[in-house]
């Protein structure tokens, strides 16, 4: 379940610009993935924001965050900008399907093109599926080649159908939560509330490719101008973690909270983590903090521990994720 927002008018751009760290002013189907910033650059929010129209956007947002991304749009505007924010959450379904035969299945279903060139990663297209009309967003929180359906509530039923029926022949299976859990991990992809938050900045958490500091007066501009300034290696980072010796059968498991140490020293703590299942190991985020800034270098050399239940464990860190680092798969 995901909260969708549609925030429109002759100044939904200027609003949506003035919040989040990416450029919101793309051309009509591209969908732009960014954060919600407040004035210490700090991240308010994790979203999807696809330009529908000129003055039409769809933000896609967690469904926990629904009331409060809305209400923090609204606050953060100034009153005699003219846009309003219309909830679309119960008018539209999102169904997601992923893995490297969902362009087969979706094709089979709609007479518009889905190839690669003609919808690439990162675009939207408003297409027929189905009996229905609905968007295709090129968008991915597995890290394979995957399609976010926007669809009139209406028609979810039918095209849900549709898609199990032709996915059959191709092993189309339901996907449960605990498995997009694992999949994301292994993938390094950040959760709002576990990973990152309203006291972490883009860059400290590997965003900074979201972040345009070409932009001017946006919110947490001067905050991230400053530590960007500081250089890429920053006091703290979120990073990718793996512990080789655990297994699914006997665990310990790695969850949240687990202290990561460094040569004996407590350099931060996980912050999500489970199996892996693509990888076959017990895979993470962690937090992790240098005084002298956590650099390529400092990680790279090594020595890091992660401790469960009191026992250590020698664990693999790196900057980038494990799985697919590139996106070769997502972007196929």
């Known amino acids: 379940m995901y909260a969708k927002l549609i925030v429109q008018g002759p100044d939904a751009v200027k609003v949506l610009n003035h919040v989040c760290g990416a450029q919101m002013d793309v051309d009509q189907g591209v969908s ?38 809305r209400y923090y749009l609204e606050t953060q505007a100034d009153p005699s900008w003219q846009f ?16 490297p035969k969902s362009r087969q299945i979706l094709q089979a279903l709609s007479s518009n093109d889905l190839s690669n060139g003609a919808l690439p990663f990162g675009a939207a297209r408003e297409i027929d599926i ?49 498995a997009m859990n694992a999949c994301r991990l292994e993938k390094g992809f950040r959760h709002f509330g576990h990973d990152i938050g309203e006291d972490d900045t883009p860059f400290e958490t590997g965003f900074g490719f979201s972040v345009d ?16 300034e500081q250089g890429i290696a920053t006091k703290s980072r979120t990073v990718s973690i793996a512990v080789p010796e655990l297994t699914a059968e006997d665990g310990p498991y790695l969850i949240h909270n687990e202290p990561i140490w460094k040569d004996g020293i407590k350099v931060g703590f996980v912050t999500s983590g489970g199996w892996g299942f ?55």
Not at 84 to 99: K, N, R, V, Y
Not at 213 to 228: I, T
Request: aromatic share 10%; net charge neutral.
């Open 130 to 178: 189905a009996y229905s009309r609905g968007w295709a967003i090129r968008r991915s929180f597995l890290g394979e080649l995957g399609y976010e359906l926007l669809l009139p509530t209406e028609f979810t039923a039918s095209v849900y159908e549709a898609l199990m029926e032709v996915g059959s022949a191709c092993g189309l299976q339901h996907m449960g939560m605990f």
């Open 84 to 99: 309003e924010i219309f909830d679309a959450t119960s008018a539209f379904s999102l169904l997601t399907i992923q893995g």
């Open 278 to 332: 693509r990888l076959k190991q017990m895979v993470g985020l962690a937090s992790v903090s240098h005084l002298d800034g956590v650099s390529a270098q400092w990680v790279k050399t090594g020595g890091f521990t992660v401790q469960i239940a009191g026992q250590h464990y020698a664990a693999d860190v790196q900057l980038r994720p494990f799985f697919d680092p590139n996106g070769i798969r997502m972007k196929a």
């Open 213 to 228: 500091l070409g932009k001017e007066n946006f919110l947490g501009r001067e905050a991230l101008v400053a530590q960007r």
């Open 32 to 69: 732009v993935y960014t954060q919600f910033l407040n004035s210490n650059g700090g991240i308010e929010a994790d979203v999807t924001v696809t330009r529908l129209a000129p003055t039409k956007f769809l933000v896609i947002t967690g469904h926990p965050s629904q009331i409060r991304d």
